[in-house]
């Protein structure tokens, strides 16, 4: 009873006295995980009855709070020229910060927005590493995980060719990759899914997705840099056989999968990694109040719609579906691996997240990379192990 109590005299308020009036020191603003804005005045004792508390009593810091709640709005509109806000009263208790009431009256009110930029994403809390991107939000105990999709370089001859033998290699596809998490319900304006208020929402997904953001990066010894957009194939070579003497590494009987190779045949190591960018996207449905105009004057007697015959006022509810979405940057990921920022403009600053998720596909002489015959694949991470053999009977080839 005691919020039932609570919100009629909330409403009883809103009927003789403007918002603005109730706002007896500057309203403080804040941006909220969802990117809505609430604000909360800063004067008057807005305790919850015998419990006792007021607006400065929520728990600020860990510290012990005092039981009850305070009146704050929630902002539906700013009009930035005017410094107002259109905003919708509730009340909020002071240690959980849960909505526990809400009046159907909306208003406008004297505002300021806060300085900072509203979030540009819900994340509260990142885990990043090199199978792919976990994005939690705390207050509505939702998590998605996003992993980082294969990439594809085909190769013709691979695991070994010749020196100075035309070996090919092709951006095989750089797809993109998406996962979601998501809750049923969340009781913003003190609902139920049997029983909802205005403010709940339902079927909230938070959806994130990588897409390319540039072409594949590959680095071999002896051949250089190789910038492959999606499907580009390039020709190479190599001078130099993969001897220990001119840089080669590991033997191929300590690489897993390189079993058709000799034991002990060195191996050229390259790299190869692809760029990408984080996108996410919240969808949910909120219960909303539908305004319309209602026969007869309004409490005060008014008449304001309907040629002067109605009142505007509340005529139904219904859940309407809300949607909003943008950019991860990898500035936004605290402690993100130096290995996983890609600086894809060149400019100094990372823009992007390096993919090294790359499987090499053994391509036939027609580019397939389906052959029964030749088909093959490998992943290490990013890596490129190569064997290059010393070419046989080259003296007399054409243009030699």
Not at 285 to 292: N, P, S
């Amino acid at each position: 009873m005691k919020h039932v109590s609570l919100f009629l005299l909330l409403i009883a308020l809103l009927s003789v006295q403007p918002l603005s009036v109730l706002a007896q020191s500057a309203p403080s603003c804040s941006f909220q995980p969802d990117g809505s804005i609430i604000c909360t005045t800063g004067g008057g004792n807005e305790g919850g009855g015998e419990e006792g508390g007021g607006n400065n009593n929520s728990n600020n810091g860990g510290g012990a709070c005092t039981p009850g709640n305070h009146l704050a709005f929630r902002v539906l509109d700013y009009d930035a020229s005017t410094s107002t806000c259109k905003v919708h009263p509730i009340r909020v208790d002071n240690c959980t910060g849960e909505i526990i009431g809400m009046s159907e009256q909306i208003g406008t009110m004297s505002c300021e927005m806060p300085d900072t930029s509203p979030p540009q994403h819900p994340c509260t809390s990142f885990s990043v590493g090199p199978g792919g991107i976990t994005c939690t939000n705390s207050g509505w105990n939702v998590s998605a995980r996003v992993t980082f999709p294969e990439v594809y370089l085909d190769a013709r001859p691979y695991p070994a060719t010749l020196v100075r033998w035309p070996t090919m290699v092709r951006n095989g596809g750089m797809p993109e990759s998406s996962g979601s998490g998501g809750v049923n319900y969340i009781s913003n304006g003190g609902g139920s899914p049997n029983n909802p208020q205005v403010g709940d929402w339902q079927n909230l997904r938070l959806i994130l997705t990588l897409r390319p953001a540039g072409p594949m990066f590959v680095t071999l010894p002896h051949v250089g840099d190789l910038v492959l957009s999606n499907g580009a194939t390039q020709s190479i070579q190599w001078e130099v056989p993969s001897h220990p003497a001119v840089g080669a590494g590991p033997l191929a009987g300590s690489i897993g999968g390189l079993d058709e190779l000799p034991g002990d045949m060195p191996l050229f190591v390259g790299n190869g990694r692809a760029p990408y960018k984080l996108f996410w996207e919240l969808r949910y449905q909120e219960y909303e109040a539908i305004e319309g105009c209602l026969a007869g004057p309004n409490s005060n007697g008014n008449y304001n719609c309907g040629g002067g015959t109605g009142h505007r006022g509340i005529t139904g509810y219904e859940w309407k579906n809300h949607s909003s979405g943008g950019e991860i940057p990898p500035s936004a990921v605290a402690n993100l691996p130096a290995a996983l920022m890609a600086d894809v403009n060149n400019d100094g600053t990372p823009d992007a997240y390096w993919d090294n998720n790359l499987t090499l596909r053994r391509m036939d002489d027609a580019g397939s990379v389906s052959n029964p015959q030749y088909q093959h694949s490998w992943n290490w991470g990013g890596i490129i192990y190569w064997a290059v053999r010393e070419g046989q009977g080259q003296i007399g080839w054409p243009g030699q």
